[in-house]
């Protein structure tokens, strides 16, 4: 590794992965685009430490130092993104709305692709809402149902710093005895706790829908579970999830009571640190935290 023809080799790829990925916004690019800036960067820094002599210390014990040093700057970042997270005004559950506007799907072919497919299978709008993330920015959040309004599939659209748009899809069930079976791809921590009646499985890496629903109906089959329709509309069950959510992990330790959070903030610190394990999962490895 020493040859800086490989790195300049590898800066290349890096460079390609980030154009491609700019137009995609795969997360799965997005994983390889990391490794390959964490070695990069390991091994550039100690080859010019080396070539320079402004370090007298073996080629593969500066490559390991760096490494190790990227790894400190970016949980450093990471803890700083959590606690800023946790001191904002932003709430970590926020409310939906309806989504008004007419601006409902991205105008691109592949996003267009994925809703002709929904129709053809059966599946149609059943409300289209949307989430402020803050700063007046929006979440696009499509809501689809199967004609007999026991699978619902939630599309929503990611907006990225590099203006790629990332979707996402959550599919819920539920059954008669009010278990709530729920498959989604969602890249984004969670960290947190979900009600024992819920059974989540989160699979980062599928980014295909219909992989995704054969997933979601071979989990059911499996347990041997007929979904019953949902009771409620689409605004109403998300919100009174979102609800759930924040008084379960409020009650569980994950977050600060109400009348705390002012001075503490809202996440607590065994909270932070589930969420600082779960973004490097996510970022390097793809995995998120396995709920039960």
């Known amino acids: ?16 992965l980030v154009q491609i990925n700019h137009r995609i916004g795969s997360p799965i690019i997005s994983i390889g685009e990391r490794w390959l800036r964490w ?5 550039l ?9 402004l370090i007298d210390r073996p080629y593969w014990v500066l490559a390991t ?11 450093l970042y990471n803890w700083l993104a959590i606690s800023a997270l946790s001191t904002s005004p932003l709430p970590l559950f926020p409310r939906y709305t309806l989504n008004q506007s007419g601006e409902e799907w991205p105008v691109q072919a592949r996003f267009l692709k ?5 129709r053809a299978q059966g599946f149609r709008q059943a409300q289209s809402l949307k989430m402020e993330i803050g700063g007046g920015i929006y979440l696009r959040v499509s809501i689809y149902q199967d004609p007999l309004g026991a699978v619902r599939i939630q ?22 005895d009010g278990a709530r079976y729920v498959t989604d791809n969602f890249n984004s921590p969670f960290a947190g706790f979900y009600p024992e009646n819920w059974l989540v499985e989160r699979r980062p890496w ?49 977050l600060y009571p109400q009348h705390e959070r002012e001075d503490m ?4 610190q065994e909270g932070r640190y589930r969420v600082w394990k779960e973004i490097w999962m996510l970022k390097y490895l793809g995995r998120s935290a396995r709920y039960r």
């Not at 070695?39 to 091994?43: G, L």
């Not at 130092?65 to 949980?75: H, Q, S």
């Open 1 to 16: 590794m020493q040859n800086p023809y490989f790195l300049l080799a590898a800066i290349a790829v890096a460079l390609v």
């Open 39 to 43: 070695f990069v960067f390991a091994f």
């Open 45 to 53: 820094a100690a080859l010019v430490c080396h070539d320079f002599e």
């Open 65 to 75: 130092a760096f490494f190790l040093l990227w790894f400190l700057g970016e949980t």
């Open 114 to 118: 994925i809703r002709g497919w929904l």
């Open 155 to 176: 599309v929503t659209f990611f907006p990225q710093a590099n203006g790629a748009i990332i979707v996402c899809y959550g599919l819920t069930s539920i059954t008669a």
């Open 206 to 254: 599928c980014r295909s829908l219909p992989r995704l629903l054969a997933r979601h109906r071979a989990r059911l089959a499996a347990s041997g579970v007929f979904p019953a329709p949902f009771p409620v509309e689409p605004l109403a069950d998300l919100n009174a999830m979102q609800s759930e959510l924040d008084r379960l992990n409020t009650e569980l330790g994950f």
């Open 265 to 268: 903030g809202k996440i607590t």
